[in-house]
């Protein structure tokens, strides 16, 4: 489609949407597909419907029409985050781990040079071209920089060998980052992971057979509801500048973020080991009791 074409789909949307969409009811942002310029004419659709701008019907929007520092890159620093909490648990030294990152779109290669400035030392990254490999580590850095020059790919990329995704899912790394898509690994593919710690930045890269298969491997599993919400959380501080009026610095940003998720592990972790189950299940665990104590405070008749 042309820019043209996605601007007046974009548009016809908002306007089909505007009894959903609202700051006080539901907020869209931008995934898979879309971008801040999606996102910036969705806000405009809708202002014009209402009289008025409304900055906070969305969020990941440009800078300048109310967008947050930092939205960009917030769901790699999440993903970033719980791998590095996770390794804690696990008593795995940064600067002696590897990583192998599946996916080099905004949350994986986010991810990956976030994990490469804390001393994980990054050996594999991928895109739909195929994977990259050296066993002495990536400079993601370059990476990030030749994918930018070369139509968003990693094709010819030089500095690592060629090998398939498949290959880099079963490379022996500490943390493996599936960051793509949904349902990469299966139970096709879980016997032959070798990673002692899986970080789903994508949404549902583990399909429901493989999780048994994984966890009777013993690997740990930060879930794709808690590792990547940091995208989300710093949805959440977009909208709270734009119904406030000012902007935060992004060092502030940074630090409530990293805050919010390194709390939201250390409550899932807590929650599967007190009831010995995964951290999928306790993170379900933790989210269905807030709503069953909400309700309970709340009451009804």
Known sequence: MSAGEIERLMRAYTGAMLDVFGPDRDIPAPDMGTSEREMAWLMDEYSKAYGMTVNGVVTGKPLVLGGSLGRKEATGRGVMTAAISAMEKLRINPYRATAAVQGFGNVGSHAAALLQERGVKVVAISDVTGAYYNENGLDIEKAMQYRDQHKGQLEGFEGATKISNE????????????????DVITDDNAGSIQAKLIVEGANGPTSASADEIINDKGIMVVP??????????????????????????????????????????????????????SMRIAAYMVAIKKVADTYKFRGGY
Not at 167 to 182: G, I, Q, S, T, W
Not at 248 to 267: E, V
């Open 167 to 182: 290959e880099l899912l079963a490379l022996p790394v500490d943390v493996l980052v599936p960051a793509a898509k949904e």
């Open 224 to 277: 794709d509801i808690l590792a990547n919400a940091g995208g989300v959380t710093v949805s959440y501080f977009e909208w709270v500048q734009n119904r406030i009026g000012y902007k935060w610095t992004l060092d502030r940003i940074n630090r409530r973020s990293d805050r919010a998720m390194k709390d939201a592990f250390d409550k899932v972790y807590a929650t599967s080991q007190e009831y010995n189950v």
